[in-house]
């Protein structure tokens, strides 16, 4: 088609070409403004809210697309498009589109993928994938991709859903998750003199520099958390190992108790807040679990 094919009119003379092309590209935006695209990604449920009679709000963590919430129309009811699949940690497949920033998605369509049923049957497991979960959604803004981490967030709903060693699952997802955000804590070397761990030497762990200091570098007026040398070799392992081989490793009380102190504190000081989820989590342990 031709700028003068598109002009709905005729103009003559002087600027008549110039009138025409911009006939054209406003028909084309008018066009653009009136398509929708539908956009297809593997997905993880981080959220659900019921809205009004029949709706949900939703949010995913995607593959494609980092996270995004939308808005499924008639969820509650079909249970042709959705089948009850719009539940926190179901992994499945989102179709959605969106017109504009800023606004709600549409949600289409959620093909199920895994379920993690164990997930929902233990309380346990159920409070400390919604901890992952929440982790996941304060770290994350709106429409970054980010696909190592929706896979992380993947494999350890896995993890969790089939195994029983859930502390080791707990502390290895949050060193995993600082260091895909690129907050990786610092532990392989002093944040000062940045000389190399050495198993002669003590070190403090410095939340505020997100690392360790040696006993030569670190200042008594400085707020430090314990560290043995055990659990920095165990974190660090903790980063790299194969997923399979994860739940081989055994956290003695000792390295649970100064992991547990270390990526909590740090996380907190990151976001500048308490995470509920940990919270609650913590407080069921102590009464029944």
Known sequence: MTVYEACPERVEGKGAAQHCRWTFLNSLSRVDMNTRISHKSPAIV????????????????TSDFGKIK???KGARRSKKR?????????HGNVLFYKKGRGTLAFIEGFDIVDHYANIREELE???????LIELVDKFTPEGKKNAELFHLVRNFLGLINAENSLDV???FFEIRLLKVMGYEPVLDRCTMCKKPVNEKISYHFIVNDGGLRCNTCYQ??????????GTIKTLLLGKEIDMERITRI??????????????VSLICHLIGK???????LNEIREICI
């Open 46 to 61: 981080l959220y659900c809210l019921d809205y009004g009679e029949s709706d949900r709000i939703v949010t995913f963590y």
């Open 70 to 72: 939308g808005i499924a």
């Open 82 to 90: 959705f089948s009850n699949a719009l539940e926190s940690f179901s």
């Open 125 to 131: 497991k159920t409070l400390i994938s919604s901890y």
């Open 169 to 171: 699952l707990i502390r």
């Open 220 to 229: 008594n007026n400085s707020s430090y958390l314990d560290v043995s040398l």
């Open 250 to 263: 055994i956290l003695s009380d000792q390295i649970a108790k100064e992991s547990k102190n270390i990526l």
């Open 274 to 280: 308490e995470i509920k989820s940990l919270h609650v």
